[in-house]
Antibody
Framework: EVQLVESGGGLVQPGGSLRLSCAAS????????MSWVRQAPGKGLEWVAN????????YHVDSVKGRFTISRDNAKNSLYLQMNSLRAEDTAVYYC?????????WGQGTLVTVSS | EIVLTQSPGTLSLSPGERATLSCRAS???????LAWYQQNPGQAPRLLIY???SRATGIPDRFSGSGSGTDFTLTISRLEPEDFAVYYC?????????FGGGTKVEIK
Protein backbone atom coordinates (compact mmCIF):
# COMPACT_ATOMS: atom_id res chain seq x y z
CA GLU A 1 0.00 0.00 0.00
CA VAL A 2 1.35 3.40 -0.98
CA GLN A 3 1.79 5.69 2.01
CA LEU A 4 3.03 9.27 2.22
CA VAL A 5 3.39 10.76 5.67
CA GLU A 6 4.31 14.43 6.08
CA SER A 7 5.82 15.95 9.20
CA GLY A 8 7.56 19.11 10.31
CA GLY A 9 4.73 21.62 10.18
CA GLY A 10 3.93 24.04 12.96
CA LEU A 11 3.76 27.65 14.04
CA VAL A 12 6.64 29.88 12.95
CA GLN A 13 7.21 33.61 13.01
CA PRO A 14 7.50 35.64 9.82
CA GLY A 15 11.04 35.40 8.50
CA GLY A 16 11.56 32.04 10.15
CA SER A 17 12.38 28.63 8.68
CA LEU A 18 10.90 25.16 8.68
CA ARG A 19 11.84 21.88 7.07
CA LEU A 20 9.02 19.60 5.99
CA SER A 21 9.59 15.89 5.51
CA CYS A 22 7.59 13.25 3.69
CA ALA A 23 8.24 9.58 4.42
CA ALA A 24 7.27 7.32 1.55
CA SER A 25 6.53 3.60 1.62
CA UNK A 26 4.78 0.93 -0.41
CA UNK A 27 6.44 1.78 -3.73
CA UNK A 28 9.87 2.23 -5.29
CA UNK A 29 10.46 5.83 -4.24
CA UNK A 30 13.50 6.32 -6.47
CA UNK A 31 11.39 5.61 -9.58
CA UNK A 32 9.01 8.54 -9.21
CA UNK A 33 9.00 12.27 -9.52
CA MET A 34 7.67 13.80 -6.31
CA SER A 35 5.92 17.07 -5.56
CA TRP A 36 4.73 19.45 -2.88
CA VAL A 37 1.29 21.06 -3.21
CA ARG A 38 -0.19 23.48 -0.70
CA GLN A 39 -3.63 24.72 0.26
CA ALA A 40 -4.20 27.90 2.22
CA PRO A 41 -7.07 27.73 4.76
CA GLY A 42 -10.39 27.74 2.91
CA LYS A 43 -8.64 28.20 -0.46
CA GLY A 44 -7.74 26.14 -3.50
CA LEU A 45 -4.70 24.08 -4.37
CA GLU A 46 -1.32 25.48 -5.42
CA TRP A 47 1.60 23.55 -6.85
CA VAL A 48 4.79 24.46 -4.96
CA ALA A 49 7.64 22.34 -6.32
CA ASN A 50 8.58 19.06 -7.95
CA UNK A 51 11.73 16.98 -8.25
CA UNK A 52 12.92 14.32 -10.66
CA UNK A 53 13.55 10.72 -9.63
CA UNK A 54 17.29 11.21 -9.12
CA UNK A 55 17.06 14.79 -7.87
CA UNK A 56 18.80 16.18 -10.95
CA UNK A 57 15.91 18.46 -11.90
CA UNK A 58 13.92 20.65 -9.53
CA TYR A 59 11.24 23.23 -10.23
CA HIS A 60 9.58 25.74 -7.93
CA VAL A 61 6.67 28.12 -8.35
CA ASP A 62 7.82 31.73 -8.70
CA SER A 63 6.32 32.82 -5.38
CA VAL A 64 8.71 30.55 -3.44
CA LYS A 65 11.82 30.70 -5.63
CA GLY A 66 14.87 31.67 -3.64
CA ARG A 67 13.09 30.86 -0.35
CA PHE A 68 12.00 27.21 -0.62
CA THR A 69 14.05 24.25 -1.80
CA ILE A 70 12.77 20.78 -2.61
CA SER A 71 15.11 17.84 -2.13
CA ARG A 72 15.02 14.08 -1.66
CA ASP A 73 17.01 11.24 -0.15
CA ASN A 74 16.29 8.05 -2.07
CA ALA A 75 18.23 5.96 0.43
CA LYS A 76 15.79 7.09 3.12
CA ASN A 77 12.69 7.13 0.89
CA SER A 78 12.13 10.70 1.92
CA LEU A 79 11.15 13.99 0.34
CA TYR A 80 11.89 17.36 1.90
CA LEU A 81 10.91 21.01 1.59
CA GLN A 82 13.23 23.54 3.18
CA MET A 83 11.29 26.74 3.74
CA ASN A 84 13.16 29.94 4.61
CA SER A 85 12.07 33.57 4.93
CA LEU A 86 8.52 32.46 5.62
CA ARG A 87 5.69 34.90 5.08
CA ALA A 88 2.11 35.04 6.30
CA GLU A 89 0.93 34.07 2.83
CA ASP A 90 2.82 30.78 3.12
CA THR A 91 0.32 29.64 5.75
CA ALA A 92 -1.22 26.46 4.36
CA VAL A 93 -1.54 22.72 4.57
CA TYR A 94 1.41 21.27 2.67
CA TYR A 95 0.83 18.00 0.87
CA CYS A 96 3.42 15.60 -0.41
CA UNK A 97 2.28 13.91 -3.64
CA UNK A 98 3.64 11.13 -5.81
CA UNK A 99 4.33 12.23 -9.34
CA UNK A 100 5.72 15.28 -11.00
CA UNK A 101 2.63 16.32 -12.88
CA UNK A 102 -0.61 14.52 -11.99
CA UNK A 103 -0.86 13.08 -8.51
CA UNK A 104 -2.30 9.66 -7.88
CA UNK A 105 -1.24 9.54 -4.24
CA TRP A 106 -1.21 12.23 -1.58
CA GLY A 107 -0.20 12.41 2.04
CA GLN A 108 -2.56 13.69 4.72
CA GLY A 109 -0.82 17.05 4.81
CA THR A 110 1.00 19.08 7.45
CA LEU A 111 -0.12 22.53 8.55
CA VAL A 112 2.31 25.43 8.45
CA THR A 113 1.18 28.61 10.19
CA VAL A 114 3.26 31.76 9.79
CA SER A 115 2.27 34.29 12.40
CA SER A 116 3.75 36.49 15.09
CA GLU B 1 0.94 31.02 -16.73
CA ILE B 2 -2.22 29.14 -17.69
CA VAL B 3 -5.21 30.33 -15.67
CA LEU B 4 -7.95 27.75 -15.16
CA THR B 5 -11.46 29.07 -14.56
CA GLN B 6 -13.99 26.62 -13.15
CA SER B 7 -17.72 27.07 -13.35
CA PRO B 8 -20.08 27.15 -11.71
CA GLY B 9 -18.61 27.98 -8.32
CA THR B 10 -21.32 25.94 -6.61
CA LEU B 11 -23.62 23.33 -8.07
CA SER B 12 -26.73 22.39 -6.07
CA LEU B 13 -28.11 19.01 -7.10
CA SER B 14 -29.94 16.00 -5.70
CA PRO B 15 -28.62 12.44 -5.48
CA GLY B 16 -29.22 10.64 -8.74
CA GLU B 17 -28.93 13.77 -10.85
CA ARG B 18 -26.26 14.46 -13.45
CA ALA B 19 -23.49 16.94 -12.69
CA THR B 20 -21.58 18.85 -15.36
CA LEU B 21 -18.53 20.81 -14.26
CA SER B 22 -16.58 23.12 -16.56
CA CYS B 23 -12.92 24.09 -16.65
CA ARG B 24 -11.75 26.72 -19.11
CA ALA B 25 -8.07 27.46 -19.71
CA SER B 26 -6.64 30.86 -20.63
CA UNK B 27 -4.54 29.15 -23.33
CA UNK B 28 -4.40 25.72 -24.86
CA UNK B 29 -3.40 22.93 -22.50
CA UNK B 30 -0.49 21.05 -23.99
CA UNK B 31 -1.25 17.45 -24.98
CA UNK B 32 -4.50 17.65 -23.02
CA UNK B 33 -2.55 17.30 -19.79
CA LEU B 34 -5.61 18.08 -17.70
CA ALA B 35 -6.60 16.29 -14.49
CA TRP B 36 -9.58 16.41 -12.16
CA TYR B 37 -9.48 15.90 -8.39
CA GLN B 38 -12.15 15.45 -5.76
CA GLN B 39 -11.65 16.78 -2.24
CA ASN B 40 -13.75 16.21 0.83
CA PRO B 41 -13.44 18.46 3.92
CA GLY B 42 -10.31 17.76 5.92
CA GLN B 43 -9.01 15.25 3.41
CA ALA B 44 -6.37 15.20 0.72
CA PRO B 45 -7.48 15.47 -2.91
CA ARG B 46 -8.17 12.28 -4.86
CA LEU B 47 -7.26 11.90 -8.51
CA LEU B 48 -10.30 11.14 -10.67
CA ILE B 49 -9.26 11.86 -14.26
CA TYR B 50 -5.93 12.45 -16.01
CA UNK B 51 -5.11 13.17 -19.62
CA UNK B 52 -8.48 14.91 -19.86
CA UNK B 53 -10.45 11.67 -20.19
CA SER B 54 -8.67 8.71 -18.57
CA ARG B 55 -10.11 7.47 -15.29
CA ALA B 56 -7.64 6.87 -12.50
CA THR B 57 -7.40 3.47 -10.87
CA GLY B 58 -10.48 2.55 -8.85
CA ILE B 59 -12.61 5.48 -10.00
CA PRO B 60 -16.23 4.51 -10.77
CA ASP B 61 -17.38 4.81 -14.36
CA ARG B 62 -20.02 7.38 -13.43
CA PHE B 63 -17.13 9.86 -13.57
CA SER B 64 -16.04 10.90 -17.04
CA GLY B 65 -13.85 13.61 -18.46
CA SER B 66 -13.91 15.22 -21.87
CA GLY B 67 -12.62 18.18 -23.80
CA SER B 68 -9.47 19.45 -25.43
CA GLY B 69 -7.55 22.64 -26.03
CA THR B 70 -9.06 25.19 -23.67
CA ASP B 71 -12.41 23.67 -22.70
CA PHE B 72 -12.78 20.66 -20.45
CA THR B 73 -15.69 19.00 -18.68
CA LEU B 74 -16.10 16.59 -15.78
CA THR B 75 -19.40 14.75 -15.79
CA ILE B 76 -20.83 12.70 -12.95
CA SER B 77 -23.63 10.70 -14.54
CA ARG B 78 -25.65 9.96 -11.38
CA LEU B 79 -24.66 11.58 -8.14
CA GLU B 80 -24.09 9.31 -5.18
CA PRO B 81 -24.08 10.69 -1.60
CA GLU B 82 -20.29 10.42 -1.43
CA ASP B 83 -19.87 12.58 -4.55
CA PHE B 84 -20.86 15.80 -2.81
CA ALA B 85 -17.48 17.46 -2.51
CA VAL B 86 -15.22 20.08 -4.10
CA TYR B 87 -13.71 19.37 -7.52
CA TYR B 88 -10.56 20.90 -8.95
CA CYS B 89 -9.15 20.84 -12.43
CA UNK B 90 -5.38 20.91 -12.87
CA UNK B 91 -3.19 21.47 -15.91
CA UNK B 92 0.24 19.90 -15.98
CA UNK B 93 1.21 20.61 -19.58
CA UNK B 94 3.22 23.72 -18.91
CA UNK B 95 5.02 25.35 -16.04
CA UNK B 96 3.94 26.59 -13.64
CA UNK B 97 1.46 23.81 -13.01
CA UNK B 98 -1.85 25.39 -12.08
CA PHE B 99 -5.19 24.48 -10.52
CA GLY B 100 -8.64 25.89 -11.02
CA GLY B 101 -10.46 27.57 -8.16
CA GLY B 102 -12.78 24.63 -7.61
CA THR B 103 -16.47 23.77 -7.97
CA LYS B 104 -18.42 22.74 -4.91
CA VAL B 105 -21.13 20.16 -5.55
CA GLU B 106 -23.64 20.42 -2.74
CA ILE B 107 -26.85 18.63 -1.87
CA LYS B 108 -29.94 20.53 -2.95
Amino acid sequence: EVQLVESGGGLVQPGGSLRLSCAASGFTFSSYWMSWVRQAPGKGLEWVANIKEDGSEKYHVDSVKGRFTISRDNAKNSLYLQMNSLRAEDTAVYYCARGGYSYGYWGQGTLVTVSS
Amino acid sequence: EIVLTQSPGTLSLSPGERATLSCRASQSVSSNYLAWYQQNPGQAPRLLIYGASSRATGIPDRFSGSGSGTDFTLTISRLEPEDFAVYYCHQYGSSPLTFGGGTKVEIK
